[in-house]
C-alpha cells in the first residue's frame, strides 16, 4: 500500500487529491498537512509536518510557498520523496528546492496537466522556428481565489519558449509606466483573474499579419490532481535524490 501525505488538504486542489486517492487502489492517504485543522477526512490533518510520527512513502503538496520550506525539512529529515504542485515560490525558495534535491528525491511542477507538459514540447519546437521573427505573449486566466501571478504555468511555459529562442528573453509583466515600442526580446505575461476559471493558457507567436496561438483549458481541477497522484506513485520509487518533473513520469509510461 502506498502511503500518501497530503501537504494542503483542506484546500480546492487536496480535497481533490483526496476524491481520486480514494478511487484507486493501493494507495491512501496516511496524514494531512495545512494550517487549516478542519477533519473532514479519515487521515489525521497536523499544522505541521513535525506533529506527524507515523510514516509515509511520498508527499504531494498543494499548499502555499510559505510552507515549502518547513516541509522540505521533514522530507530531508525522514529521506521522503516529495511532489512539489504550490506554486509562487520566490528565488530564494525555489533555490532552497534546488538544495534539498541534493539529499532526497523532489519533484516540481507548475502544472501536473499531460496536456500542458504536451504544449511546452510544441512551444519549444515552435519557438525554434518562430522566435526570432515573431513576438512572444502569454495570457493565462484563472479564479479569483489565486494567490500568485503569473501562474505557475505561465512561468514554466515562458521558460520553455525562452529556452528554444536565439536570444536572452526578457519577461514583462507589466506596460503600464511604459511609452515605448515593444522590443522584439521580450516575452510578454499578463495574468487575467476573475469567477471560478480553473485555469487558461495561450501562448501567442505574433507576426506580420499572422498569429499562431497554442491553448490548453482545464476544464476540472482533476487533470491536475491525476498528474500529481501518477507522479507521487512514481517518486516513492526514487531512490535517488535529484529534480524530476512530469517529462520524467511520462517517459516512465512509454
Ligand atoms: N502544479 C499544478 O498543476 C497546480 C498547482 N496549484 C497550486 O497549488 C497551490 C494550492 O492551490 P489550491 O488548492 O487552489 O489553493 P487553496 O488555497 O485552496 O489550498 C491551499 C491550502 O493550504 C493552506 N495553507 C496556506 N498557507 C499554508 C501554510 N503556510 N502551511 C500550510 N498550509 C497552508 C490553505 O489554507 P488557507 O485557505 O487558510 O490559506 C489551504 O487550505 C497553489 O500554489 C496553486 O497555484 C493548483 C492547481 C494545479
Ligand atoms: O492556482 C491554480 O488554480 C492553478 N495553479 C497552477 C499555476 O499557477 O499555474 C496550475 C493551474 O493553472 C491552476
Do not use: W
Not at 511546452?120 to 489565486?146: F, T
Request: glycine share 8%; charged share 25%.
Amino acid at each position: 500500500m502506498l502511503k500518501i501525505a497530503l501537504s494542503g488538504c483542506c484546500g480546492r486542489m487536496g480535497h481533490v487529491i483526496n476524491d481520486i486517492v480514494s478511487g484507486r487502489e493501493g494507495m491512501e492517504i496516511v496524514a494531512g498537512f495545512d494550517i487549516n485543522t478542519v477533519q473532514y477526512a479519515d487521515f489525521p490533518i497536523f499544522a505541521d509536518p513535525f506533529e506527524f510520527t507515523g510514516e509515509c512513502d511520498v508527499i504531494i503538496d498543494f499548499s502555499n510557498a510559505a510552507s515549502t520550506e518547513r516541509l522540505l525539512d521533514y522530507c530531508e529529515q525522514h529521506g521522503t520523496p516529495v511532489v512539489i504542485c504550490t506554486t509562487g515560490h520566490s528565488a530564494a525558495q525555489l533555490d532552497r528546492i534546488r538544495a534539498a534535491s541534493a539529499k532526497i528525491a523532489v519533484f516540481r511542477s507548475g502544472n501536473m496537466s499531460l496536456g500542458i507538459n504536451l504544449m511546452s514540447e510544441l512551444l519549444k519546437q515552435s519557438a525554434a522556428v518562430l522566435g526570432d521573427k515573431y513576438d512572444v505573449e502569454i495570457i493565462e486566466k484563472h479564479h479569483n481565489q489565486k494567490l500568485d501571478a503569473p501562474s505557475g504555468t505561465a512561468l514554466m511555459l515562458a521558460d520553455a519558449v525562452a529556452s528554444a529562442l536565439p536570444y536572452d528573453a526578457e519577461y514583462v509583466y507589466d506596460r503600464h509606466e511604459r511609452r515605448e515600442k515593444r522590443p522584439a526580446h521580450e516575452i510578454g505575461i499578463s495574468a487575467i483573474r476573475g469567477g471560478t476559471i480553473v485555469g487558461e493558457h495561450s501562448v501567442l507567436f505574433c507576426g506580420r499579419d499572422e498569429i499562431i496561438e497554442i491553448k490548453h483549458t482545464a476544464l476540472s481541477r482533476e487533470v491536475f490532481a491525476v498528474g500529481a497522484v501518477d507522479a507521487a506513485a512514481f517518486m516513492a520509487e526514487r531512490t535517488q535524490p535529484g529534480m524530476y518533473d512530469m517529462g520524467d513520469v511520462i517517459a516512465s509510461h512509454k
